[in-house]
Structure formats: C-alpha cells, structure tokens
C-alpha cells in the first residue's frame, strides 16, 4: 500500500465509521471495514511516522449526535482488541504472559449492541452515558430509566460505574422492522443498529417502546477493591443485574478454544446476536500492570465469530411461481461464504421488497444468513453505484405458462390453475414431510413426471403404475417400486394431514388440525358462520377454505375415497352448562390454565382468549386482570374456579 492509498483508504474507513457511529446506518458489513482496518494497521506498523492522524485504528469511534447533551466518563472506555484465529489468539496470549505466567482468562459473550456506562451514586443510578469517543459521550440517562434491566437503585452506596452493551432480541428487532415498513420508515439493517438507534432517541418514549435489554459485562471507575474480574462480575450480578450465559474461566488456549467453539454453535439460540467472545486476563492486578493501548486494554480482547453478514452483488432476479400461484422474486447473488454454507440465492418476498430497498441488477448489497435463515439483502449499497446498474421491471405475465397476472395488493398472482408451476409446486408441498411424507417424490422427480405427462394434478399420483415410472430416465425397478409403495403408503393418513397437504392458502398445520377434529370430513361442507366461531379462524382463513372446496370439491371427495383417512374428532359431549358455550379463563387457579382449559373443552364449551359480548363465561382465578374487568363491564357471567367445579359436579 502507497501512503496516498493508505491515506484514501482511512478516508473510507472514517465515512464508514461515521455512517456506523453516528447515524447507526452502516454503509459497509463489519467484515469489509475490518479488512481493510487491518490493512491500514499493518501499513501504520510498518511506517508509524505517516501514520493518519485521525486513523479510526488509534482511537474509540464514535461522535455525539446533536441534541444530547454531553457527559463526561469518570474513567476511560475503551474499545477491544479484535482477533480472528488459533495463531491471533496465540500471540495476544503471548504479549499478554511477558507480565507472568499462569494467567488464568475469564470468557464472556460478545453481545452485539451499543455500549452504556452507567453510573451510580449512594446506590442511586444517577447517569447514563453512550461511549462516544471514550471520555465523553451522550447523555441518555432518561432513556436509561426505561430499560426494565437496568436498576434504579443498587446496594453499593459507594461510587461505581457499571458498564455493559444495550441490545434488543432478535424477535423484537424483526418486529420493530415490520412496524417501521408498515409507517414508512427505512428498517434498521441489523440488531445492533437497532438497538444503538432505539438508545440514543431524543424521546425516550421512543426507547421504551423497543424493549431494550442492558447485558452488563464490567465496570469503570470503583472502590470495590477486588483481585478477580471473575469475582467482580460475580458481586455485580448479585447487585440486581442479569447475568449474562457462559461467563467462564479458563487456564489455556485449548480450554479458551473449547469455550469458544461452543459459543459459536450455540450462537443461534441466544435470543440476542453475537459477534464474538471477550477474553479478560482474570487478575486484576496484572491488568493494571499490562494498562491500555490508544485505543483498547491490553488486558482483553475480542475473539470475533464469523461473519453472518456479506458483501456481494445482485446478477439476477428469477421468478418462482409458488402453489398458491404467488410469483416471488428472487435475487441471485455472486456467490459467497457464510458461516461455512455457499449462498447465491436471497429471497425477496415481493416486488414491494424491491423497492423499498430501491434494488437494482449489478447494485453491491449487504446479505444475511443467519442458523437456518433464508439468507435475506438488508441493504443495497448505493454510493456504490457505477452506472451499470439496471431497472427491476414488474412482470406482468407469467414466466411459466404465460398467461396474465394478477396484481392483488403487494402480492403478483398467476391465476392459471393448470400453471404447470402452479402444479408441479402442489404436488411437491403435498408430498414434503410434513404433509404426506412420500419418501422419494422429491422436486426434481415431481418435476420429471409432469413433464413427462405422467401426472397432471394430486390424483393422479394414486393412478401411477410401476409401468408408467420404469421406463423413465433414471428410474430403475427398485426405484419405480419404492415410490408406488411410499405413495399407497400414505393409505390411511389423518385427516388432517391430508387436509394441510393440500395446500390452501392461510390454512396451515395448526389450522388444519383444529378444523378436522371440529369438523371432521364434514369439513367438505361447513359454512363460513360455523368456521368464524371458532377461535382462531379469521374471515381470511375462513374465506380462503371456502373458496378452496368450492372449486376443488370433487378433488377433495375422490381423494379421501382413495385414501380412507383416520379421522379423529371429537366426542360429542354430554349435556352441561358449558356446553356450545363460549368461557374465557384468567387468572392462577389450583390447576394449571391448560388443564383447565382442557377440561371445558372436553365439556364442549369453546375456550377463547379474549372477552367480548359473545363471551358467555369468565371463569376467575388469583390476580385476575383486565379481562375480570371485560367480563363486570359487559355484565358475563363469572364464576371463580371452585364455582365452575360446582356446576359440573356429577
Ligand atoms: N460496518 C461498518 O461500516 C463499520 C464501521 C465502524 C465499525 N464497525 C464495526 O465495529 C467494530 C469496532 O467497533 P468498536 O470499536 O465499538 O469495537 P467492538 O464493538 O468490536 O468492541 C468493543 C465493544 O464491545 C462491547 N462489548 C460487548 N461485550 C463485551 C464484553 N463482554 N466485555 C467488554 N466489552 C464488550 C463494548 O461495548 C465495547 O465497547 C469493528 O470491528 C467493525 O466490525 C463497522
Ligand atoms: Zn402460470
């Protein structure tokens, strides 16, 4: 690297910084803006002399948003130390064993959110301050305040800061997003915007609303005068605050190594993101003797997970024709690496998806995968534009049979019901594992067949014979066998996992449960007033499986001819006061609420969650709350639990 690159790239690396810091928008993936902050350290290394004065690799990032006031930390923040591998690892513990041998290192987790200093006076939490650069930061103590984690009062009278990483779940963080493209609103990119952009709100309305949640991982300036970090953190959490999962000491690198491999498996079932593990040296005297860099401690250090987030390019977008006949974009992406898997396809969910993020072919996007995730484009990159980048058009045909489309709201429709897409998508979904589980009628097969003319609807999969398959490309005996077995296999199935095989649109597994053991195979003729009594079918549910058995009657009728389902209903209960009727229950009673419920339904009566006129009782237990007070208001009957025993008792 040239010093004018060097110096271009820290003008890269600052306006990234400033999008990340600042705006809590980031304009690049963490992974790119640590490539290329190691390239610049290592050039810095080499000639310190031309060092940048204003390198983001010599100082705490991060500036004061107008609007807050400032607020100075007692003692220093600091950054951390990030390393990548075994061989980082290997040499940070080098450096750190020239002040003594033995050091014993104490794990954390690596929530990734924003960083909060919170400090406490007379046991009182008197202020609470982002990081900023290090020595001042922003106030945000009244949003502090609406933290549910975060004590107002502790038991330490002396002077502490407590420090620790404001985060949000991922669940809240897909919600908050979902509201915000509901108003309008640009989503956040990922969790740690979300939550860095929900603290640092000049209404703390605001904040409070995003359920944020403090993961305390250590303190500032104390009195506390403790040896262990690995102690320190054990009398914090015993001050009210919630301790964080595997906070472990380790003796050696393998032992550091097993910590972290576990972390990293079990990353997808925090119910919060992290991007890493903190490895602090446990002893504090020996921190004190090792003391800090510009910029992080030389005590600890962040040994990074790998990436979940990418940088790549939009090639392409294809159409996928659902069975539903929802045409679905999707993004075909330069292939790249995440966590191990190769992805190159993202989903899109509609064209409304394309142009809220303004997407366009050859754009350079942030992708995400994360577990078992679709991977998903979470922004486009536009102040990388060349020219180069094309339009995304609406299609208005069908790109499999191409007969006209529907536009319906934000959803694209082909209507053709013979749309071989349409067809061979049903097919597929009526054989997947959850529905029919017919071993061996995998995508590429189903497809095969249709083309092939052997098989044009469901039905027809009853009619296949060992002849029709053999002489198929690639079909042996043994296979052509195996699948008319696996297929007359699924004789005598429940009901109403042949009715959720179906397909219909809204009616999913829960669904179709719930209506087979209301209805059973009367469920062919029931009518929209019967489904919409029951809790948890909508008019959209309802509507949808009307219009389904409107036009597939005859289908229906023949398939359940052929394969005789188990129908499991349920018993028509003997006459009592709850039956046909509709009971909502609240509060703690002797029993559990799933007893309970279980023992009206077995009565007949229909349980519902919520009270309303059509309610007909409200059975009460302990701490009942506001729908007691639905039930006095619309003058419902209520009976407290001993009461309901009562009037069932023989
Ligand atoms: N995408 C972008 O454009 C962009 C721009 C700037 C920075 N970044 C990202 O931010 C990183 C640098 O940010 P940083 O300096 O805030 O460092 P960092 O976020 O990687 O690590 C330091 C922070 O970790 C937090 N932390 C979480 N758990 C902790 C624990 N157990 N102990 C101690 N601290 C803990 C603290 O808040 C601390 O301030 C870069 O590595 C990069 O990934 C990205
Ligand atoms: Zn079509």
Same mark, same amino acid.
């Given at each position: 690297m040239t010093k004018e690159e060097y110096d271009k790239n820290i003008e890269t690396l600052i306006t990234w910084a400033k999008a990340y810091y600042v705006y809590d928008e980031p304009i690049a993936s963490d992974e790119e803006y640590d490539k290329l902050a190691r390239l610049c350290l290592d050039f810095e290394n080499k000639n310190p002399e031309l060092t940048h004065q204003n390198s983001p690799n010599k100082r705490v990032g991060g500036v004061i948003l107008d609007g807050f006031s400032k607020a100075n930390h007692l003692s220093r923040m600091w950054s951390q130390e990030d390393i990548f591998n075994t061989k980082e690892l290997e040499d940070w513990i080098k450096r750190a064993s020239k002040?003594?041998?033995?050091?014993?290192? =104490?794990? &954390?987790? +690596?929530? *990734?959110?924003?960083?909060?200093?919170?400090?406490?006076?007379?046991?009182?939490?008197?202020?609470?301050?982002?990081?900023?650069?290090?020595?001042?930061?922003?106030?945000?103590?009244?949003?502090?305040?609406?933290?549910?984690?975060?004590?107002?009062?502790?038991?330490?009278?002396?002077?502490?800061?407590?420090?620790? !990483?404001?985060?949000?779940?991922?669940?809240? =963080? !897909?919600?908050? #997003?979902?509201? $915000?493209?509901?108003?309008?609103?640009?989503?956040?990119?990922?969790?740690?915007?979300?939550?860095?952009?929900?603290?640092?709100?000049?209404?703390?309305?605001?904040?409070?609303?995003?359920?944020?949640?403090?993961?305390?991982?250590?303190?500032?300036? #104390?009195?506390?005068?403790?040896?262990?970090?690995?102690?320190?953190?054990?009398?914090?959490?015993?001050?009210?605050?919630?301790?964080?999962?595997?906070?472990?000491?380790?003796?050696?690198?393998?032992?550091?190594?097993?910590?972290?491999?576990?972390?990293?498996? +079990?990353?997808?079932?925090?119910?919060?993101?992290?991007?890493?593990?903190?490895? +602090? @040296?446990?002893?504090?005297?020996?921190?004190?003797?090792?003391?800090?860099?510009?910029? =992080?401690? $030389?005590?600890?250090?962040?040994?990074?997970?790998?990436a979940l987030e990418k940088t790549t390019k939009l090639k392409d977008i294809i159409l996928q024709v659902g069975r539903t006949g929802v045409v679905t974009p999707v993004a075909i992406v330069e292939p790249v690496l995440i966590e191990g898997a190769n992805v190159e396809r993202a989903s899109l969910h509609n064209f409304d998806e394309i142009n809220r993020l303004d997407l366009k072919i050859n754009d350079s996007v942030i992708i995400i995968r994360s577990g078992d995730v679709i991977p998903k484009i979470t922004k486009v990159l536009k102040d990388r534009r060349t020219g180069d980048e094309k339009e995304i058009i609406k299609p208005t045909l069908c790109p499999v049979c191409s007969s006209e489309l529907l536009i319906e709201d934000?959803?694209?429709?082909?209507?053709?019901?013979?749309?071989?897409?349409?067809?061979?998508?049903?097919?597929?979904?009526?054989?997947?594992?959850?529905?029919? #589980?017919? *071993?061996?009628? %995998?995508?590429?097969?189903?497809? &095969?067949?249709?083309?092939?003319?052997?098989?044009?609807?469901?039905?027809?999969?009853?009619?296949?014979?060992?002849?029709?398959?053999? @002489?198929?490309?690639?079909?042996?005996?043994?296979?052509?066998?195996?699948?008319?077995?696996a297929i007359k296999n699924t004789k005598g199935s429940e009901l109403h996992r042949v009715i959720n095989a179906l397909g219909i649109e809204h009616i999913g597994e829960v669904a179709s449960k719930q209506l087979c053991f209301e209805f059973g195979l009367n469920l062919i003729n029931v009518t929209f007033e019967e489904l919409i009594t029951l809790d948890g079918i909508g008019e959209q549910m309802a509507n949808s499986l009307l219009e389904f058995m409107r036009v597939n009657k005859e289908i229906v009728l023949k398939l359940f001819e052929i394969i005789q389902p188990t129908v499991t209903q349920k018993?028509?209960?003997?006459?009592?006061?709850?039956?046909?009727?509709?009971?909502?229950?609240? %509060?703690?009673?002797?029993?559990? $609420?799933?007893?309970?419920?279980?023992?009206?339904?077995?009565?007949?009566?229909?349980?519902s969650s919520s009270v309303s006129k059509k309610t007909d009782f409200v059975i009460f237990g302990e701490d009942a709350g506001s729908k007691y007070d639905k039930a006095i208001e619309?003058?419902?009957?209520?009976?407290?639990? #001993?009461?309901m025993y009562e009037l069932i008792k023989n």
């Open positions: 002040v003594g041998d033995n050091l014993e290192f =104490f794990c &954390q987790p +690596k929530f *990734d959110g924003v960083s909060l200093n919170l400090i406490y006076e007379n046991g009182i939490l008197k202020q609470a301050i982002t990081r900023g650069d290090g020595e001042i930061g922003e106030d945000v103590t009244q949003n502090a305040y609406t933290i549910q984690s975060i004590p107002l009062k502790i038991d330490e009278k002396s002077l502490i800061e407590i420090r620790g !990483e404001v985060v949000i779940k991922k669940s809240d =963080f !897909e919600n908050i #997003n979902k509201d $915000r493209i509901k108003n309008g609103e640009t989503p956040f990119s990922n969790p740690r915007n979300a939550s860095a952009g929900s603290l640092r709100q000049l209404d703390s309305n605001i904040t409070a609303k995003r359920k944020l949640f403090f993961n305390v991982w250590g303190v500032g300036q #104390n009195s506390l005068n403790l040896q262990k970090t690995s102690e320190m953190m054990k009398y914090i959490f015993s001050l009210g605050f919630i301790e964080a999962p595997m906070q472990t000491l380790a003796k050696s690198i393998e032992e550091i190594e097993n910590i972290y491999n576990n972390m990293v498996s +079990k990353r997808d079932s925090f119910p919060m993101l992290l991007d890493g593990m903190v490895i +602090k @040296i446990d002893d504090i005297h020996t921190q004190e003797d090792l003391g800090f860099t510009q910029k =992080f401690p $030389r005590w600890s250090c962040a040994y990074k997970f790998p934000i959803m694209i429709k082909c209507q053709n019901l013979d749309c071989s897409a349409r067809v061979v998508s049903s097919i597929i979904y009526f054989a997947s594992k959850n529905c029919m #589980n017919i *071993d061996g009628l %995998g995508d590429k097969i189903v497809e &095969q067949l249709v083309r092939e003319q052997k098989i044009f609807d469901i039905l027809d999969l009853y009619s296949l014979k060992f002849e029709d398959l053999n @002489i198929l490309d690639g079909f042996r005996e043994k296979k052509a066998q195996n699948l008319i077995d018993i028509e209960a003997k006459e009592n006061i709850f039956k046909n009727k509709t009971v909502v229950v609240t %509060g703690t009673m002797s029993k559990s $609420r799933n007893e309970i419920k279980e023992l009206l339904e077995n009565l007949g009566a229909k349980i619309l003058n419902i009957k209520i009976l407290t639990e #001993n009461e």
